[in-house]
């Protein structure tokens, strides 16, 4: 069956504008989670949904949203973007039980200039 | 505030050789621990998921193994191949499918 697909693969914007993310988990899976990859500060969790329900939430300014539809998809949206907001963000989709084995797509690389 | 720690943070073996990565983490309290590679600019697949009852896990040349106590996992990768290298990830989840990870092991492993 088909992985998780993130939407777009690259992105290049400026200081100041927004940008969203999508993500669509595997079939069947009902909670997604974003995290950020940097060269600095490694991967950090943003935000995790199930049944469109934002359960948990890391340290991250306001600036950083995210929603869940009832198909399980999910986008993620940064406003007022700053240079520090390049990354790759990468989204993760399981079952939801917190034993369950989660799955990663291909990731968006974002560049702000 | 789980912290996730990964030793070494590269290392780089001749092919053929038998080799171990080190995670800690500073909480007991997880619900599973998982082992991640990383090939550079891509995203994460998934190696082994071991669960908190569980000691170890084996895939293939790959075994890892938990020690929830003391706070540590091991990854031990048999006869390595040029294939094999990448960055390790290990992550813990404490809840809600949320992942801490380690800054990662990078390995080089070379022909």
């Known amino acids: 069956k088909a992985g998780v697909t993130q939407t777009p693969r690259y992105l290049i914007k400026t200081r100041g504008q927004q940008v969203t993310l999508s993500c669509s988990p595997i079939s069947g899976h009902r909670s997604v989670s974003w995290y950020q990859q940097t060269p600095g500060q490694g991967l950090q969790f943003l935000f995790e949904?199930?049944?469109?329900?934002?359960?948990n939430k890391g340290n991250f300014p306001g600036r950083f949203s995210g929603r869940q539809f009832s198909n399980s998809r999910s986008e993620m949206n940064v406003s007022t973007l700053e240079l520090g907001d390049s990354a790759l963000y990468l989204c993760?989709?399981?079952?939801?039980?917190?034993?369950?084995?989660?799955?990663f797509g291909p990731g968006t690389r974002l560049t702000v200039l | 505030k789980q912290e996730v720690t990964q030793i070494p943070a590269a290392l780089s073996v001749p092919e053929g050789e038998n080799l171990v990565l080190n995670c800690s983490f500073t909480?007991?309290?997880?619900?599973?621990l998982q082992w991640f590679r990383q090939d550079p600019g891509k995203g994460l697949t998934s190696l082994l998921l071991?669960?908190?009852?569980?000691r170890e896990q084996t895939s293939g040349r790959l075994n890892a193994s938990l020690d929830k106590s003391s706070g540590r996992s091991t990854l031990y990768i048999a006869a390595s191949q040029p294939g094999d290298s990448a960055t390790y990830l290990c992550a813990v989840c404490s809840g809600y499918s949320t992942l801490t990870f380690g800054k990662g092991t990078m390995l080089l492993v070379s022909p």
């Open positions: 909480d007991s309290a997880i619900y599973n």
């Open positions: 993760a989709s399981s079952f939801a039980v917190s034993t369950d084995t989660q799955y």
């Open positions: 949904y199930f049944s469109e329900t934002q359960r």
């Open positions: 071991i669960q908190s009852s569980q």
